[in-house]
């Protein structure tokens, strides 16, 4: 297991404009605040809101990292957490 601490570089599909490809680039992760945890997702889908976020039908505002319906496992915990321990498995 890493130092909770330690920023993590990951891989995430990015929208950086609506009606393009998105690009697949490594980002950097902060560890944690107090009240959060960090989860290493094993899954994400894109979902129709998503599909309408690329699309250019709803506007948020981009570059985004898309994908809110995911699994994963709890990889490090903020200070404060008491009712969560990592590896837990999490579904959002
Ligand atoms: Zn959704």
Redesign the pocket.
């Known amino acids: 297991m890493r130092n909770p601490l330690s920023v993590i570089t990951c891989q995430a599909a990015i929208a950086w404009t609506a009606n393009a490809p998105l690009s697949i680039e490594k980002i950097e992760v902060d560890p944690p605040k107090p009240g959060e945890v960090r989860i290493k997702i094993i899954s994400s889908g894109i979902?129709?809101?998503?599909k309408h976020i690329l699309e250019g039908k709803d506007k948020v505002p981009l570059p985004a990292i898309l994908g809110?319906?995911g699994a994963g496992i709890v990889e490090s915990i903020g200070e404060g957490l008491i009712r969560c321990q990592l590896l837990f498995r999490s579904a959002f």
Not at 47 to 50: A, P
């Open positions: 979902c129709g809101t998503d809110h319906e």
